[in-house]
């Protein structure tokens, strides 16, 4: 860069994007300028412009405070894409490589340098900070500073040493989760207190939220991928290892790419299975929980949950794997009683104290709550994340085909009944046998074909009696005996229902399609929907996978989808046309502007 050019020209040039997005702009403005910010944006809403640009636009170098390895040479190696002068210095690295960095850096040869915490705050590093140019600070992942999120981390509390001992360059700390009380610790540790807040909203609205009953959660999920999702890469979450393994397994024997990941495979293993997520096209992870931090990847289309989160935290964090580049994605699960029951009895029965349970239940009914909800899903999530949508968002399950409910009060009444009558030491298929009036002889061995409530149910189907208990136990009217085999337990809060003091509301649930995903037709099928051109499209696909394996690097730093699907539409000839293209800037229309419009003109 010579004399200092305009953010404008640098998101063209660099980065071959039209304009910034809301927000950005100010940001960038704001940092430019020499002035501190706090940001606040929905994972994919574009934090790395926010710093990118203000450090190709300001005189010297930006340090980029980063909490994960694999995430900073990920942003190195996409930003030398761009033709931008990027580095990091961390533990990977030996004493040659470290000691190179550094004299760039020293040099003003570099336009970014990306640091762990712990290097940063060595004092080395702050040493040669000193004698160095800085353009800014950029702390990444801040909410690494507050000590109540889940991702704390110790040498983030030490970086307040920037404010004091850097007083004239300005500082930039960006999160994607953080709440009112987050982000006023965030503000408070790193002295931004002063600092402008920029706040955008969490919706992530590219993603598709739906959450089904469970009826074979196998056969749903290879359903759900074959028609809206074959060929894209995703997520499929489950709880525990063997789980992950069959799926993964069951997805394999169906001709899906799926590869397990868990704390229980060797660690080569594991790294090699999310080297391929990262590489190769369309490749699907089962995994536990464990998978997924520190991914960058923009184009993971789906996200499956087989088993419920533990909390909205989670499955927010979870589902916002997908879609970071913006595209239509999918986040997707089943959920059933077992489900409801199997988490409740593993929080009741768990170490912890009164005030830690009391804690977990309350996040533990809020994503309940979720499931069981009638009305818009993102309008839910986002008030629990003190955000407010104000209309429907038209792009989740219940939007899409909202469900009915019925007048439960009185099946309500009969199932607590039963629970009541036979003595509250009998799981679901026990109480609904009863409830139908079925003759069998355990029924008989306990004389329960002679309580009041035996057969009184039979206007209801197994299924729908399923679906009665289901509500029950996640609106917390009955438990599940922690110590027992999920015995049913009445809660004092059933006593009105018992009654008939209070009607009930249920949820009708959807009878089963074959295809679960016809609702979601404006979902992962969207993004092929886009695509008029299939045979183009894996053309140009498997370009970017040539060229992508000839460095080492991974298919979508060469170019994001997202700059595909705009090259199929435009089908530019002269790499002028070729530089229109959202996402070609000069430096890979250079490299790689020919190689495309080669592959372009094959298409006719
Ligand atoms: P975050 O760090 O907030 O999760 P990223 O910085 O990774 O988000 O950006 C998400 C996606 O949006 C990336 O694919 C990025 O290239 C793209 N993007 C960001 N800003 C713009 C813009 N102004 N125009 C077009 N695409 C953008
Ligand atoms: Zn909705």
Same mark, same amino acid.
């Given at each position: ?57 300001? =005189? ?66 702050? /040493? ?29 509390? /030490? ?45 992530? =609205? ?185 209309? =429907? ?212």
């Amino acid at each position: 860069m010579d004399t200092t050019p305009d953010p404008q020209a640098v998101l063209r040039q660099v980065f071959g994007y039209e304009q910034f997005r809301p927000l950005q702009g100010d940001i960038i403005h704001e940092v430019v300028a020499g002035g501190n910010a706090l940001v606040l944006m929905p994972t994919g809403g574009g934090k790395s412009l926010c710093y990118q640009v203000p450090a190709l636009v300001r =005189p010297g170098t930006a340090i980029v405070v980063s909490p994960l390895i694999a995430l900073m040479q990920d942003q190195v190696t996409a930003l030398r894409q761009l033709g931008v002068r990027a580095a990091f210095l961390n533990s990977s690295m030996d004493y040659e490589q470290a000691r190179d960095t550094e004299s760039a850096l020293l040099n003003g040869d570099l336009d970014l340098l990306y640091c762990a915490p712990e290097r940063l705050l060595q004092p080395r590093t702050l /040493g040669l900070l000193h004698q160095s140019a800085l353009s800014l600070f950029a702390i990444d992942e801040a909410h690494c500073v507050s000590q109540w999120g889940h991702d704390f981390r110790a040498d983030y509390l /030490g970086l307040d040493i920037l404010a004091r001992e850097f007083p004239a360059v300005p500082r930039i700390a960006l999160t994607a989760t953080a709440d009112e009380r987050t982000r006023k610790e965030i503000a408070e540790r790193l002295s931004l207190t002063d600092a402008r807040h920029f706040v955008s909203g969490f919706d992530r =609205p590219n993603i598709q939220y739906r959450i089904a009953p469970k009826t074979n959660a196998n056969s749903q999920l290879v359903d759900f991928i074959k028609t809206e999702h074959n060929g894209d890469a995703g997520i499929v979450y489950c709880l525990s290892r063997n789980k992950v393994e069959a799926t993964a397994r069951l997805l394999r024997d169906k001709g899906l790419t799926a590869l397990p990941y868990h704390a229980g495979l060797p660690a080569e293993q594991r790294a090699a299975h999310q080297e391929r997520f990262l590489r190769e096209d369309g490749v699907i992870v089962v995994a536990t929980i464990a998978f997924g931090m520190g991914i960058d990847k923009p184009d993971v289309r789906f996200v499956a949950h087989m088993d419920l989160p533990k909390s909205l935290e989670s499955y927010y964090q979870e589902t916002g794997r997908a879609g970071r580049d913006g595209n239509p994605s999918t986040a997707w699960m089943v959920y059933g009683l077992q489900d409801v029951i199997k988490l409740r009895q593993m929080l009741e029965g768990s170490m912890g104290s009164d005030q830690f349970k009391r804690v977990e239940r309350q996040k533990m009914d809020a994503m309940l709550g979720l499931c069981e909800v009638t009305s818009c899903r993102r309008q839910a999530l986002l008030r629990y994340f003190g955000d407010t949508l104000e209309t =429907p968002c038209g792009n989740c399950d219940t939007c899409l085909t909202p469900p009915e409910t019925w007048d439960g009060t009185v099946a309500v009444q009969k199932a607590l009944s039963c629970v009541f009558r036979t003595g509250q030491r009998f799981g679901v298929s026990y109480l609904i046998d009863v409830l139908r009036g079925s003759e069998n002889d355990r029924i008989r061995q306990f004389g329960h074909h002679e309580v009041s409530t035996y057969g009184i149910g039979k206007d209801l189907t197994v299924n729908e009696w399923k679906s009665v208990f289901r509500q029950l136990v996640a609106n917390g009217y009955l438990r599940a005996d922690p110590d027992g085999y999920g015995a049913l337990q009445l809660t004092e809060s059933c006593r009105p229902l018992l009654q008939g003091k209070q009607a009930v509301e249920l949820r009708k649930d959807p009878a089963v399609k074959k295809s679960a995903g016809r609702s979601g037709s404006r979902s992962g099928s969207a993004v092929r929907a886009q695509i008029t051109d299939h045979d183009g499209w894996e053309v140009l696909r498997a370009c970017r996978k040539e060229l992508a394996d000839k460095q080492g690097v991974p298919p979508y730093v060469i170019f994001h989808d997202t700059t595909l699907f705009d090259m199929l539409e435009r089908k530019p000839a002269t790499l002028e046309e070729l530089a229109e293209v959202s996402g070609v800037g000069s430096a890979k229309l250079e490299k790689y502007g020919e190689t495309f419009l080669q592959a372009i003109a094959q298409l006719g």
